[in-house]
């Protein structure tokens, strides 16, 4: 079981937002100083506990691996992982370890970050693309999904490991039979790394969102 879904939350109203958050979440929402970043937290918490409730699972206790991977403690099976960026909140939920990441598909990206952090062949990959700032950032949410995935984050170098883009999406020498999947969301990239071939994703309306609980 895998599910995908996103969310534009430019339109989020913080007020009700900001009664339906759990006060460890109020708390995390109120360091924020701007708008924007509150409707990113609020956003993020809200788009997983819909699913979440969706699979029934309700009262989740959330706890931290040792390099920042959230998880549910009180319930078997049952995995998430949320990316964010610009207006636009990810959240992925399964029945095994997953990992997510969504980017602003920025044309003006300096190309020198995957000249410098990337894999060599990766990087040559970008330059030689009709629209390298379009590639580079296919690889790099692909990347980032994959370093989520195995909860080490940025503990992973970035020119440690080599993602393939062909007919298929894949890691060199994986011995995990690890499934990649892309997706362009408006002007975002984003990417899932589990265990599934995932080939769809859902849109929620921030309506939906605030609206969930009544």
């Given at each position: 079981m895998i599910k995908i879904a996103y969310c534009d939350v430019s339109n989020l109203n913080l007020h009700e937002a900001y009664e339906l958050l759990p006060p460890n979440r109020k708390h995390k929402f109120d360091s924020f100083r701007f708008d924007k970043d509150k409707k990113l937290s609020a956003g993020a918490y809200l788009l997983l506990d819909k699913l979440l409730k969706e699979k029934n699972v309700t009262d989740p206790i959330f706890k931290v691996q040792e390099y920042g991977k959230a998880y549910i403690s009180n319930f078997e099976d049952v995995y998430f992982n949320l990316s964010h960026s610009?207006?636009?909140?990810?959240?992925?939920?399964?029945d095994r370890e997953v990992g997510i990441?969504?980017?602003?598909?920025?044309?003006?990206?300096?190309?020198?970050?995957?000249?410098n952090y990337f894999y060599n062949s990766e990087y040559k990959s970008i330059m030689n693309s009709k629209t390298p700032s379009d590639e580079f950032f296919n690889y790099w949410v692909l990347k980032e999904s994959y370093m989520k995935?195995?909860?080490?984050?940025?503990?992973?170098?970035?020119?440690?490991?080599?993602?393939?883009?062909?007919?298929?999406?894949?890691?060199?020498?994986?011995?995990?039979?690890?499934?990649?999947?892309?997706?362009?969301?408006?002007?975002y990239k984003l990417a899932v790394c589990s265990k599934y071939n995932v080939n769809q994703y859902f849109e929620y309306s921030p309506e939906e969102l605030v609206n969930q609980k009544r």
């Open positions: 610009g207006r636009i909140v990810s959240c992925a939920i399964s990441d969504v980017e602003y598909n920025d044309p003006e990206i300096d190309l020198d970050i995957a000249k995935y195995t909860g080490l984050g940025f503990q992973l170098d970035l020119d440690s490991f080599e993602i393939i883009i062909g007919d298929e999406i894949r890691l060199k020498d994986d011995e995990n039979n690890l499934k990649f999947s892309l997706f362009d969301v408006d002007n």
